[in-house]
């Protein structure tokens, strides 16, 4: 509630600020709903969520605003009455653009790397894992509140830092839904106190070179999992360090990540407390563009726990392979895509099935299938009963 009441008086600040100035509105209504193809045929996700965007600019300022209503049709509250219509701010930032540098402040997403549909260098937002990996990431991502200072001044390179006062979780599955995997948490995770020491940092440079884009990132960042102690579950601190590069070539783009955390945590072989390691993640990747609206992706991400990995549960080493094909046919209208998702240690795998139909300006009609494969408790063989198919429509104004 006091980030909530800061920002709000920053954000009606703003609007004083820029009174008088055209306000660009804009937005989307969004109605999904998921239901499973094993009995009982139980639907998995029935939602509706309508999106207000507002802009307004003023010299080199700019004010941007959104919010969301999302209305679950799926379940009742917890006092059992219909409470489960949610109102939520989005994001609300204040741009400045000054000479050869600029500068974002407020409720935000913040997005490092390149990689598609996984993440490797992507490290500052928390995750929406309350429907496990079958929404799109755009859509996983939550935002932040942050501070966004880049500087732009030379023409080849970019200096950005950020600071994120407050520490903010990822968003896991409730007691009972059908995407929760492992043991019931019994207790609430200890989140870490609202102060400015326990804040996160993170600092980018990025060069746009003849022939390749090249970046290094830092941050000092906590885990958005929390980890299972001996006496309670808290949230741990970790370093990162990474690099990403991006080389086009013809109808050929080749991407590369690489990334170090001090510390992971994982479940042990033996005993309670989770076990952290330092682990090394890398994703090498291609993209085809052969003509004729066709794109092929293909990615192989691994990553290697370091010292201290022969007392974790899981493998030491693990490797997830993608592959992502579409198609844009009826004059580009309708794009058919299909995205696989294979774990090389378990044989599991996980497939996305989508279409988007463009049925009029502004007016998007979507379906597909969330496939799951593998052993039962292999990585994606775990939710086999909850291969679903799907179908939403969006429309943007």
């Given at each position: 509630?006091?980030?909530?009441?800061?920002?709000?008086?920053?954000?009606?600040?703003?609007l004083?600020?820029?009174?008088?100035e055209?306000?660009?509105?804009?937005?989307y209504?969004?109605?999904?709903?998921?239901v499973?193809?094993r009995?009982?045929?139980?639907?998995?996700?029935?939602?509706?969520?309508?999106?207000?965007e507002?802009?307004?600019s003023?010299d080199e300022?700019?004010?941007?605003?959104?919010?969301?209503?999302?209305?679950?049709?799926?379940r009742k509250?917890?006092?059992?009455?219909?409470?489960?219509?949610?109102?939520?701010?989005?994001?609300?930032?204040?741009?400045?653009?000054?000479?050869?540098?600029?500068?974002?402040?407020?409720?935000?997403?913040?997005?490092w790397?390149?990689?598609?549909?996984?993440?490797?260098?992507?490290?500052?937002?928390?995750?929406?894992?309350?429907?496990f990996?079958?929404?799109?990431?755009?859509?996983?991502?939550?935002?932040?509140d942050?501070?966004?200072?880049?500087?732009?001044?030379?023409?080849n390179?970019?200096?950005?830092?950020?600071?994120?006062?407050?520490?903010?979780?990822?968003?896991?599955?409730?007691?009972?839904?059908?995407?929760?995997?492992?043991?019931?948490?019994?207790?609430?995770?200890?989140?870490?106190d609202r102060?400015?020491?326990?804040?996160?940092l993170?600092?980018?440079?990025?060069?746009?070179?003849?022939?390749?884009?090249?970046?290094?990132?830092w941050?000092?960042?906590?885990?958005?999992?929390?980890?299972?102690?001996?006496?309670?579950?808290?949230y741990k601190?970790?370093?990162?360090?990474?690099i990403?590069?991006?080389?086009?070539?013809?109808?050929?783009?080749?991407?590369?990540?690489a990334?170090?955390f001090?510390?992971?945590?994982k479940?042990?072989?033996?005993?309670?407390?989770?076990?952290?390691?330092?682990?090394?993640?890398?994703?090498?990747?291609?993209?085809?563009?052969?003509?004729n609206?066709w794109?092929?992706?293909?990615?192989?991400?691994?990553?290697?726990?370091l010292?201290?990995?022969?007392?974790?549960?899981e493998?030491?080493?693990?490797?997830l392979?993608?592959?992502?094909?579409?198609?844009?046919?009826?004059?580009?209208?309708l794009?058919?895509?299909?995205?696989?998702?294979?774990?090389?240690?378990?044989g599991?795998?996980?497939?996305?099935?989508?279409?988007?139909?463009?049925?009029a300006d502004g007016?998007?009609?979507?379906?597909?299938?969330?496939l799951f494969?593998?052993?039962?408790?292999?990585?994606?063989?775990?939710y086999?009963?909850?291969t679903?198919?799907?179908?939403?429509?969006?429309?943007?104004?």
């Amino acid at each position: 509630m006091r980030r909530l009441f800061f920002l709000t008086i920053v954000l009606l600040t703003s609007l004083n600020l820029c009174h008088g100035e055209p306000l660009d509105l804009a937005g989307y209504l969004e109605t999904r709903h998921a239901v499973q193809t094993r009995s009982p045929h139980d639907y998995l996700a029935s939602e509706t969520r309508l999106r207000l965007e507002a802009r307004v600019s003023r010299d080199e300022a700019s004010l941007f605003v959104s919010a969301n209503v999302a209305k679950n049709h799926l379940r009742k509250g917890e006092s059992g009455e219909d409470d489960t219509l949610k109102t939520e701010l989005h994001e609300g930032y204040l741009d400045y653009a000054g000479d050869g540098w600029d500068l974002r402040a407020g409720r935000q997403i913040i997005i490092w790397g390149s990689a598609d549909g996984v993440q490797v260098t992507d490290v500052l937002c928390p995750s929406d894992l309350t429907e496990f990996a079958t929404r799109d990431l755009d859509e996983i991502r939550l935002p932040i509140d942050a501070i966004d200072i880049r500087y732009t001044g030379t023409e080849n390179l970019t200096l950005e830092a950020v600071l994120i006062p407050f520490f903010e979780a990822a968003q896991l599955p409730g007691p009972q839904s059908p995407w929760r995997v492992g043991p019931q948490i019994s207790q609430t995770p200890k989140l870490p106190d609202r102060k400015l020491g326990n804040g996160e940092l993170g600092a980018r440079a990025s060069w746009f070179l003849p022939g390749m884009d090249l970046t290094f990132a830092w941050a000092r960042i906590w885990n958005d999992l929390p980890v299972n102690t001996e006496d309670a579950m808290v949230y741990k601190r970790t370093s990162f360090v990474g690099i990403t590069a991006s080389v086009p070539m013809g109808a050929l783009v080749l991407r590369g990540e690489a990334a170090w955390f001090s510390d992971i945590y994982k479940s042990p072989k033996t005993g309670r407390a989770d076990i952290g390691v330092a682990a090394i993640k890398t994703l090498l990747g291609c993209d085809w563009y052969p003509g004729n609206s066709w794109t092929l992706s293909l990615q192989l991400l691994e990553e290697t726990a370091l010292e201290g990995a022969s007392k974790i549960a899981e493998e030491e080493h693990q490797e997830l392979l993608t592959l992502r094909l579409s198609k844009k046919v009826l004059r580009e209208k309708l794009e058919i895509s299909n995205m696989a998702y294979l774990t090389t240690q378990d044989g599991s795998l996980f497939n996305r099935f989508s279409t988007d139909l463009e049925v009029a300006d502004g007016l998007h009609l979507f379906g597909g299938a969330d496939l799951f494969f593998g052993p039962s408790e292999s990585r994606y063989g775990r939710y086999r009963e909850n291969t679903q198919l799907w179908i939403k429509a969006k429309f943007h104004f």
